[in-house]
């Protein structure tokens, strides 16, 4: 059984709440602060490319180093702050996608597990309804043919 069963660990119920809990926090902190756009909003706006941050990069150097060499049309506290949220929310990003693909990575050994598993009890399922065994293995047997249909019975199913 233990090759069957890659992830050992498993969330308390305590830990699934917590979790939830810590992402209602989340998203409440963010709703304010935060935008869906719509797909045309999308793609109008799109996202700067990576010239394009070197140019916003490079015109805050200068605000900040040669201030007097900046445009007076510009409101440079709201440029700032727009700066400021632009590299927290892009490194929160980072860090999503890490936690995203941890988490990512563990369904897909939970999956597996259960998938591994699935199989063995209907090899065990088979066995017992061709055995004439009794107590409803033949009906379980006929209910999981379904999820063989292309099985002609030679590779386990």
């Not at 998203?27 to 793609?43: I, M, Q, S, Y």
């Not at 590299?87 to 563990?106: K, Q, V, Y």
């Not at 065990?124 to 055995?131: D, G, L, P, S």
């Amino acid at each position: 059984m233990p090759l069957n069963d890659f992830v050992r660990l498993h969330f308390t119920p305590a830990e699934m709440a917590q979790l939830d809990n810590l992402y209602t926090q989340i998203e409440n902190l963010l709703a304010p602060k935060c935008r869906n756009l719509t797909p045309d909003e999308r793609g109008q706006y799109g996202s700067i490319n990576e010239q394009n941050k070197l140019l916003v990069n490079k015109v805050r150097d200068y605000r900040i180093t040669q201030p007097g060499l900046s445009s007076p049309d510009v409101d440079w506290p709201e440029y700032e702050a727009d700066y400021q949220d632009r590299f927290f929310l892009d490194t929160r990003l980072m860090r999503h996608a890490t936690i995203g693909e941890m988490m990512s990575d563990t369904k897909i050994l939970h999956d597996h597990d259960n998938y591994q598993n699935a199989l063995l009890d209907h090899r065990y399922t088979r066995y017992k309804a061709e055995t004439e065994a009794g107590g409803g293995y033949t009906t379980k047997y006929n209910e999981l043919k379904q999820f063989f249909p292309n099985t002609g019975g030679g590779n386990g199913a």
